[in-house]
């Protein structure tokens, strides 16, 4: 094919390739969360047409329309290895793999060798959805798959793909430091999944003695949040679920601070009436709200003289607690945390004032 006739060519199959791209990139996001697969990015590309003429250039091909099954391609980038074949089983039963042409470039490595290190996968959108209106042109069309965990892609990234500094042939030292780091980022890229796997297997056995009632642990992130949901799912209580557990550690310290170490200590401040209060209440919170509200019904006074304010009260974020104090307390209390957070507020504006003050200096 020559040059004319290939870029007719490809101004023909390329736009039908953005589509796919577009529709296999949904398709397997739609997959990975069905399947409950943590992920950091799937991404999608299809190659312009200079630089497809200058790889059949290149490689020779004499029918680029049969040889080049990477037009369009997908990268899927995950946390840890042990998901890369999870992610590798859901293509292959997805999609229709064309395994002459794909390749695990990690098993190609010699047992002597580190280097770049990836799952490829070449496929269709098979069978499966040949005839399906959305996909219509698209079929027998082939795009390639990437799988990745996030430190491969780092490696593929700074040393294969795109920074010109480490491609090609290096000066020998140059090169052995250059390999010495990447077997420290292969090493890296298997203690994390061998610390989520060993993560997985400390949940569950936190989830079996919580059910089982044996609380003498101390509070850290997974063992609390695993108390409060099991307490919630229980007693039929609506925690607000939050994707976004950062500020746990802070909790924790709150814990600390008013004295609570244990789950059996914490769970000692729960009022057996609580969840019947708050339902008749029509109040509903977060992990983060029932923990407090547990304090501050225990001795707000001891949370007040021990524990620095975090958080702001708010019209009816006190109903709860409020119910449970003492009619002669209550305005004690209002006024101690609208005064405590007025403070923070305070000395938080008087720190920025003082950055920005230096900073112009």
């Known amino acids: 094919m020559n040059s004319i006739k290939l ?12 589509l796919l791209a577009r529709s296999v990139s949904s398709i397997v996001e739609n997959l990975l969360k069905s399947n409950s697969v943590d992920y950091l990015a799937v991404t999608s590309r299809v190659k312009d047409v200079e630089s497809v003429v200058k790889k059949v250039k290149r490689k020779g091909y004499k029918d680029p329309a049969s040889q080049l099954t990477d037009l369009s391609g997908i990268r ?34 010699l047992v002597n060798q580190i280097g770049y290190r990836s799952l490829h996968f070449v496929c269709d959108l098979g069978s499966k959805r040949r005839g399906l209106p959305e996909y219509e042109g698209l079929d027998g069309l082939k795009f390639e798959f990437q799988v990745r965990t996030v430190l491969q892609h780092a490696w593929a990234e700074l040393a294969h793909d795109r920074n010109y500094k480490f491609s090609g042939k290096l000066p020998k030292a140059a090169e052995r430091k250059l390999y010495l780091y990447a077997g420290m980022l ?13 993560i997985d297997t400390y949940i569950q056995d936190v989830q079996r003695e919580v059910t089982a009632g044996d609380l003498n642990m101390e509070i850290n992130s997974i063992n609390l949040l695993e108390f409060v949901e099991d307490w919630s799912r229980t007693r039929g209580f609506p925690l607000e679920h939050l994707e976004l557990k950062d500020g746990l550690g802070d909790l924790i310290e709150e814990l600390r601070l008013f004295g609570v170490v244990t789950l059996a200590e914490l769970n000692e401040l729960i009022p057996d009436d609580y969840v019947k209060r708050s339902k008749n209440a029509g109040v509903t919170t977060t992990i983060y709200g029932v923990v407090r509200d547990w304090m501050l019904i ?3 006074q001891r949370y007040r003289d021990n524990v620095p304010l975090r958080w702001a009260l708010t019209l009816g974020d006190d109903v709860i607690v409020i119910d449970y104090l003492p009619a002669a307390e209550r305005a004690a209390f209002i006024s101690a945390f609208q005064d405590t957070a007025e403070e923070e507020s305070d000395e938080s504006d008087e720190v920025d004032e003082e950055c920005l003050e230096e900073a112009s200096q």
Not at 7 to 18: A, D, F, R, S, V
Not at 85 to 103: M, T
Request: charged content about 30%; proline content about 2%; glycine content about 4%.
């Open 298 to 300: 225990s001795d707000w």
């Open 186 to 198: 292969e090493i890296a890229d298997r203690g994390f999944d061998e610390l989520s796997s060993e």
């Open 7 to 18: 870029k007719e060519w490809l101004g023909e199959t390329l736009p039908k390739h953005e």
């Open 76 to 109: 899927v980038i995950v946390f840890f290895e042990s998901q890369v074949e999870k992610v590798s089983n859901l293509i292959s039963d997805a999609f229709n793999v064309d395994l002459k042409n794909s390749s695990n470039k990690d098993a190609s490595l």
